[in-house]
T-cell receptor, first 112, second 110 residues
Framework: SQTIHQWPVTLVQPVGSPLSLECTVEGTSNPNLYWYRQAAGRGLQLLFYSVGIGQISSEVPQNLSASRPQDRQFILSSKKLLLSDSGFYLC???????????FGEGSWLTVV | KNEVEQSPQNLTAQEGEFITINCSYSVGISALHWLQQHPGGGIVSLFMLSSGKKKHGRLIATINIQEKHSSLHITASHPRDSAVYICAAPTQGGSEKLVFGKGTKLTVNP
């Protein structure tokens, strides 16, 4: 069966420090991968979208970047965190036909 | 770009009540998703539907493509149903990227 994992689950980082959130998918190949952010009191916002290795689409200009070094690995990064980067980050995947979407456990980021 | 609106924003019910959450969208779509977000943040997919009605246990989802409207119903609600319910639709026609409603926070009291 397919599973998706992301880590770390919770982290507190100082302003200006780097960030790396990792997401891996098991049990499927060539998934469409997504990074979403959910700020307090707001809906999910799509940050990055990937249809294959090395193929990244950025949805909004921001302080973050994403990479897909392997088919089932998706990484969210920042070189220098801002206070506004705080939020709940979710990795997700869908199959080729855009069927049911599966989410990772989420990562709570607090920038202090 | 699709716009997704949910109502109500917050909903409080007594155990056993019938619950309805509404979702409307602005652009014609191939399928709509209903998701459940637990208090800890985890999100699970409840339904993906493109027409008519789907039922899973006490949950029923309906969609009216012509009216660009979908509803999620919960029969015989239970405190464990307390969660945020989110609908999501493709950003445009056949896109696989989703735009999400802001969610409906449901609280079911015993």
């Amino acid at each position: 069966s397919q599973t998706i994992h992301q880590w770390p689950v919770t982290l507190v980082q100082p302003v200006g420090s780097p960030l790396s959130l990792e997401c891996t998918v098991e049990g499927t190949s060539n998934p469409n991968l997504y990074w979403y952010r959910q700020a307090a009191g707001r809906g999910l916002q799509l940050l990055f979208y990937s249809v294959g290795i090395g193929q990244i689409s950025s949805e909004v200009p921001q302080n973050l970047s994403a990479s897909r070094p392997q088919d089932r690995q998706f990484i969210l990064s920042s070189k220098k965190l801002l206070l506004s980067d705080s939020g709940f980050y979710l990795c997700a995947w869908t199959g080729y036909s855009g069927n049911t979407i599966y989410f990772g456990e989420g990562s709570w980021l607090t920038v202090v | 770009k699709n716009e997704v609106e949910q109502s109500p924003q917050n909903l409080t019910a007594q155990e056993g009540e019938f619950i309805t959450i509404n979702c409307s969208y602005s652009v014609g779509i191939s399928a709509l998703h209903w998701l459940q977000q637990h208090p800890g943040g985890g999100i699970v997919s409840l339904f993906m539907l493109s027409s008519g009605k789907k039922k899973h246990g006490r949950l029923i989802a309906t969609i009216n493509i012509q009216e660009k409207h979908s509803s999620l119903h919960i029969t015989a609600s239970h405190p464990r149903d307390s969660a945020v319910y989110i609908c999501a639709a493709p950003t445009q026609g056949g896109s696989e990227k989703l735009v999400f409603g802001k969610g409906t926070k449901l609280t079911v009291n015993p």
